[in-house]
């Protein structure tokens, strides 16, 4: 580096002096690393740039001539250099291509950075060069042939200098900021083939010389302030293939000399202010694959020689005043894949061409949609844009548009359009945008739309639509927005809507619809606007979610609604059961209970049910589980046999009267609960609660005790897909040492996971609440570390995280092992959050690993060792991790460490031991709780060598190294 700085110094102070000597050093290398200097590679892409090099011709990114040896390309594209221009390129006297396209440099431009005596082609697009260029820049460029500044943060006047470089013949300094009026000498470069500046802030006219331009090939002034007339010359510019004007402010009409440019494929001039008529000419222009006239003044009907235009792809007449009607006689190309005539006054019925694009007559109306589509099909393959609204078009949509098998976009809406909504509108599978608002559209909505599976926008509002809104609309699964309303709509809201996660704006207002909303809305997590005011609906709102702040008019005008938001009581409801079917795609008897079957009955009809009662808050919702291919058994006749969820924080109050959507899944195969379990679960066998929710226990039928959670946290839980892969995922592990997940029970609004039931009770409960009256002996204490620490082994070598390991966490089974439970709940939640993590996991006081307070730390797996080593202090030495004394509060390792440091470790272990215990084990393990307590996370050691010392401090006789 010092030879480097020597080599700077040198270069820049006394550079003749370099040249004369004789020669030390080839100047190119002198200015490559002279300008490797002055930026910064951080992806180290120029690491084959060394100065002691003699040459730099093999160096990555250039180019040398192979007689002399000096460089004359330079190609850096995407190498991510940052930084500013030094003067090292102006050394490179031969370089005659340069190429520093899309990195990161930024500063000014001036002839003390870059200059152009031997460049032909420079390409500086793509960086963040700013600033003016000054009026000198391009002195001495007459070789110069392509130079692009595109996409840089450019501003000022483009320098005269410009015109001086003669040999010009692409310029591109699009999308800076360039302002002011052209270079006076612009269209005097008449070797220019192509000529982009558009997208800076350009102003003034186009002089008329532009006449002289006969390279010209392709011209884009699009987004600029440009004013004035289009000149007659560009008629001249034969070899125009591409005209791109749009958005300025050009006026006045397009020149008719235009119609000479017969190799032109694009011209667009849209959102200016040309006016007169859509220029009949242009129908002759026949290579043109591009018209955009949208958003001018132009007036009168749409040319029949458009007819002619048999290339077309895009034709967009939007925002202009255009009148008349669509000729039959027009047949546009078969290639067209975008047509927009949206915003003008056209009127008559659609002709048949849009929907049999390609053929020349009207088919006869006997021959299937299916020969239909094969003589038609192929013309229409490309239409993926097709937008008439806006207009006074009228008569009926055609069922043929079902063969527009590409169309993306089709948007008719505010036009004047009767009849039914066509069935055949569901074949349209690539259907994104779908807007048949404001006509006088009647009939109902077809079943069909499900079939639209790309939808994101269904736009039906304002038109004379009667029926249901189809459950079939659950099946779109991709849809944002649904608009139905200010329709004659009846029937209730399908409770199908639940299921499309993507909604953010629904609006059924102002129609006819009745019934109680469906509860599962309340899951819809992105909801940002659901309007169903002024129509019939009755009963309470769904609770939680979007439904707590929806704004009351939303759902006012609707005499039957109750709840807060609409400021009435809801009347008192007596409790019915959910039918929750297990296996309902299988069996065809059990879903389709009548649900006019009364409460009792169904509690008859159900072969099984697990009921889970608890303390009910205000009213009780009650949930049944019912099993199928069972006989029903009449002594399951019991009314309280119902289970019921106490009013807890998640559920609503008010019965759910859907009977459906609940899921059950057993891992083992079987649900056991079709085998005829029949048990009870009521307040008095909750097991104990958590950050995750209460824990149940039950006995299925064939003996066999489990455990059930139920999760309270489901409004934070994902969706029920990510839900059952977390669920399936920690389902999969098994260890001896964990507490096994053997299956689950999802509806959007309940969760409840069904564990294998440990008979023990908890670590907590033995050691800090006497249970049995028995001391556990030091070889318990040692096992229960140790299998714990297996379990935390085993579950991370699984890539899991425990996140809330605490000794109430840990089982005990009835021969004394220790079984961890509720691991990796944390992935339930939708996002791995601080926030979440910590608050749920709150209740575990003192055994927090420090970084959860500290946002720049990233939680890992060390988060379960240094809950693991709290544990381990809190099993040897029979403490609660921290213990609130008359005025004190005591931190167990701290107490630990001081006393550890002290000398006198002993005089912490259990005294309930009464020193029945060795002490070659009992002081290493305190060690190890301690190094597991590191505040530092990666001081702590991993479970896998936890493990191995807790072994070797078990068989000292294997080598006792590490802690002594
Ligand atoms: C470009 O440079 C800026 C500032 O030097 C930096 O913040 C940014 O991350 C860089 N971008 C890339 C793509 O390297
Ligand atoms: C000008 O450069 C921009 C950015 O690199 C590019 O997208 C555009 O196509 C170029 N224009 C022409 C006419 O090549
Ligand atoms: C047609 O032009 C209008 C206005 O310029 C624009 O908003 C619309 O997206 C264009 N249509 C298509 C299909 O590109
Ligand atoms: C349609 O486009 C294809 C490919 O772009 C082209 O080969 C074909 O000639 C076009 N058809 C017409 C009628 O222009």
């Given at each position: 580096m010092k030879r480097l700085l020597g080599l700077f110094v040198l270069f820049v102070v006394v550079p003749v002096l370099v040249r004369s000597?004789?020669?030390?050093?080839?100047e190119d290398v002198l200015g490559l690393i002279v300008f490797k200097a002055d930026i910064e590679d951080p992806e180290g892409?120029?690491?084959?740039?060394?100065?002691?090099?003699?040459?730099?011709?093999?160096?990555?990114?250039l180019k040398c001539n192979?007689?002399?040896?000096?460089?004359?390309e330079l190609h850096l594209d995407g190498f991510a250099l940052n930084g500013r221009l030094g003067r090292?390129?102006?050394?490179?006297?031969?370089?005659r291509k340069l190429s520093l396209a899309n990195n990161n440099l930024t500063g000014n431009l001036s002839p003390n950075n870059a200059r152009?005596?031997?460049?032909?082609v420079v390409d500086l697009s793509g960086n963040g060069f700013h600033g003016m260029i000054p009026d000198?820049?391009?002195?001495?460029?007459?070789?110069?042939?392509v130079i692009s500044l595109a996409n840089n943060k450019i501003s000022g006047?483009?320098?005269?200098?410009?015109?001086?470089?003669?040999?010009?013949?692409a310029v591109n300094l699009s999308s800076n900021q360039f302002s002011g009026?052209?270079?006076?000498?612009?269209?005097?470069?008449?070797?220019?083939r192509s000529l982009d500046l558009s997208d800076n802030i350009l102003e003034g006219e186009i002089a008329?010389?532009?006449?002289?331009?006969?390279?010209?090939r392709a011209v884009n002034l699009g987004k600029n302030r440009f004013s004035g007339q289009i000149p007659d010359?560009?008629?001249?510019?034969?070899?125009?293939r591409s005209v791109d004007l749009s958005e300025n402010s050009f006026s006045g009409n397009?020149?008719?000399?235009?119609?000479?440019?017969?190799?032109?494929?694009t011209i667009n001039l849209r959102r200016n202010l040309f006016e007169g008529?859509?220029?009949?000419?242009?129908?002759?222009?026949?290579?043109?694959e591009i018209l955009d006239l949208s958003g001018n003044r132009f007036s009168g009907p749409?040319?029949?020689?458009?007819?002619?235009?048999?290339?077309?792809?895009v034709l967009n007449l939007s925002g202009n005043g255009l009148t008349g009607s669509l000729a039959e006689s027009i047949v546009p190309s078969?290639?067209?894949s975008a047509m927009d005539l949206g915003h003008g006054s056209l009127t008559g019925v659609l002709p048949a061409w849009i929907l049999k694009?390609?053929?020349q007559n009207v088919l006869?109306?006997?021959?299937?949609r299916s020969s239909l589509s094969t003589t038609v099909g192929k013309a229409l393959a490309n239409l993926q844009v097709l937008d008439l609204s806006h207009n006074a078009f009228s008569g009926e949509i055609s069922p043929?548009?079902?063969?527009?098998?590409?169309?993306?976009v089709l948007n008719l809406c505010k036009n004047s359009f009767v009849g039914a909504i066509p069935e055949?509108?569901?074949?349209?599978?690539?259907?994104?945008f779908l807007d048949l608002s404001e006509n006088q559209l009647n009939g109902?909505?077809?079943?069909?739309?499900?079939?639209?599976?790309?939808?994101k926008e269904l736009r039906l509002e304002k038109n004379l639509l009667e029926g249901a809104v189809p459950?079939?609309?659950?099946?779109?699964?991709?849809?944002v927005t649904l608009d139905v309303s200010e329709n004659r709509l009846t029937g209730s809201i399908p409770a199908?809507?639940?299921?499309?996660?993507?909604?953010?704006i629904v609006d059924l207002s102002t129609n006819n619809l009745s019934g109680a909303l469906p509860k599962?809305?309340?899951?819809?997590?992105?909801?940002l606007l659901f309007n169903i005011s002024h129509n019939n609906l009755q009963g309470e709102l769904p609770a939680g979610g979007f439904f707590n702040t929806i704004s009351p008019s939303s759902v006012?005008?609707?005499?039957?609604l109750c709840g807060s938001i609409v400021k009435r009581s809801c009347p008192g409801v007596l409790p019915k059961p959910i039918v929750l079917n297990?296996?309902?795609?299988?069996?065809?008897?059990?879903?389709?209970?009548?649900?006019?079957?009364?409460h009792k009955r169904i509690i008859l009809s159900i072969s099984a049910l697990i009921a889970i009662g608890a303390a009910a808050v205000i009213l009780v919702g009650v949930v049944a589980i019912t099993v199928i291919n069972?006989?029903?058994?009449?002594?399951?006749?019991?009314?309280?046999?119902a289970i019921t969820f106490s009013g807890?924080?998640?559920?609503?109050?008010s019965p759910t009267?859907?009977?459906?959507s609940g899921k059950l899944v057993m891992f083992s195969g079987?649900?056991?609960?079709?085998?005829g379990a029949h048990a009870l679960l009521n307040k008095d066998c909750e097991l104990g609660r958590g950050g995750f929710g209460a824990v149940y226990q039950t006995v299925l039928r064939d003996g066999h005790p489990v455990a059930i959670k139920k999760l309270t946290v489901s409004s934070l839980v994902k969706s029920q897909e990510e839900f059952e892969r977390e669920v399936k995922k920690l389902g999969k592990v098994r260890h001896q040492n964990l507490v096994a997940l053997e299956g689950y029970y999802w509806t959007p609004s309940l969760q409840l996971l069904i564990y294998e039931f440990v008979s023990g009770g908890s670590l907590y409960k033995q050691l800090h609440e006497g249970l049995g009256g028995n001391i556990l002996s030091w070889n318990e204490r040692f096992n229960i570390i140790l299998g714990t620490a297996k379990s935390l082994a085993h579950l991370h070598q699984m890539?899991?995280?425990?996140y809330n390991i605490k000794s109430s966490n840990v089982l005990i089974d009835s021969s004394g092992e220790p079984k961890v439970g509720?691991?990796?709940?944390?992935?339930?939640?939708p996002m791995l959050d601080r926030y979440v993590l910590s608050s749920k996991i709150q209740s575990a006081l003192g055994y927090m690993?420090?970084?959860?307070?500290?946002?720049?730390v990233k939680i890992t797996e060390k988060c379960d060792v240094y809950g693991f080593g709290v544990l381990v202090l809190e099993v040897v030495t029979?403490?609660?991790?921290v213990e609130y004394m008359e005025d004190d509060v005591v931190v167990l390792c701290d107490m630990v460490r001081r006393e550890l440091e002290e000398g006198?470790?002993?005089?912490?272990?259990?005294?309930?031991?009464?020193?029945?215990?060795p002490l070659e084990e009992a002081i290493p393990v305190v060690k190890l709780g301690l190094i597991c307590t590191s505040?530092?996370?990666?001081n702590r050691p991993d479970m896998a060598e936890v493990v191995n010392i807790l072994e070797l401090i078990r068989c000292p006789s294997e080598g006792q190294e590490e802690l002594g």
């Open positions: 000597l004789n020669p030390p050093l080839n892409k120029l690491a084959s740039w060394n100065e002691d090099d003699d040459n730099p011709c093999n160096w990555v990114g192979p007689r002399s040896n000096r460089v004359v090292g390129l102006l050394q490179l006297q031969f370089l152009f005596e031997n460049l032909r000198d820049f391009f002195r001495q460029c007459g070789s110069l042939r006047k483009i320098p005269e200098s410009l015109s001086s470089c003669s040999s010009l013949a009026s052209l270079p006076s000498g612009i269209w005097s470069l008449t070797g220019l008329p010389e532009v006449k002289g331009m006969n390279n010209l010359g560009i008629g001249s510019c034969l070899l125009l397009v020149p008719a000399t235009m119609k000479k440019l017969s190799l032109c494929s008529e859509v220029p009949e000419w242009i129908g002759g222009m026949e290579g043109l749409i040319p029949s020689s458009f007819g002619n235009l048999q290339k077309l792809k078969q290639n067209l694009l390609g053929s006869p109306s006997d021959i299937k043929d548009i079902g063969i527009l098998s590409s169309l993306q055949s509108i569901g074949d349209l599978k690539a259907l994104v109902s909505i077809p079943e069909t739309l499900g079939g639209d599976v790309s939808l459950n079939s609309v659950g099946n779109c699964s991709s849809l199908e809507l639940s299921q499309l996660i993507n909604l953010q599962q809305l309340a899951n819809l997590p992105n909801l006012a005008g609707n005499p039957s297990p296996n309902s795609s299988s069996d065809a008897g059990s879903p389709s209970l009548p649900t006019t079957l009364g069972l006989h029903v058994r009449s002594s399951a006749n019991r009314p309280e046999a807890g924080d998640d559920f609503s109050h009267t859907d009977a459906n079987e649900p056991d609960f079709s085998t890539n899991i995280i425990h509720d691991f990796g709940l944390a992935r339930l939640l690993a420090p970084e959860f307070a500290c946002k720049t029979g403490k609660r991790p006198q470790v002993e005089e912490c272990i259990d005294g309930r031991l009464q020193r029945n215990f505040q530092v996370p990666s």
